[in-house]
């Protein structure tokens, strides 16, 4: 894989995005594309992160209603 051009195209696009984010260190982690820890820090500052990030998140669907009825074990109340 090192000697190939294979993931080239996507590697330059993963550069070029962290340097239009303003991301100069290695490692650096973004989370939800709006969250991001630069360099190697403490799990609290993942842990916040990713709770605030929790948080922002839209709250899931119910795959197993239709039209808002509840269904269960593949029967659904009409």
């Known amino acids: 894989m090192l000697n190939s051009d294979q993931y080239a195209y996507e590697v330059k696009s993963d550069i ?3 340097r239009n984010l303003g991301i ?3 490692p650096f982690f973004v989370i939800n594309r ?3 820890i630069p ?3 403490p799990e609290e ?3 916040q992160a990713l709770e605030e ?3 922002e ?3 899931p669907k119910n795959i197993n209603s239709q039209e808002g009825n509840a269904c269960n074990g593949g029967s659904c109340d009409i």
């Open 16 to 18: 070029l995005e962290a």
């Open 45 to 47: 500052a993942f842990l």
């Open 39 to 41: 360099g190697a820090q």
């Open 24 to 26: 100069n260190s290695v």
């Open 57 to 59: 998140m839209p709250e």
């Open 34 to 36: 709006k969250y991001g």
């Open 53 to 55: 990030a929790w948080k």
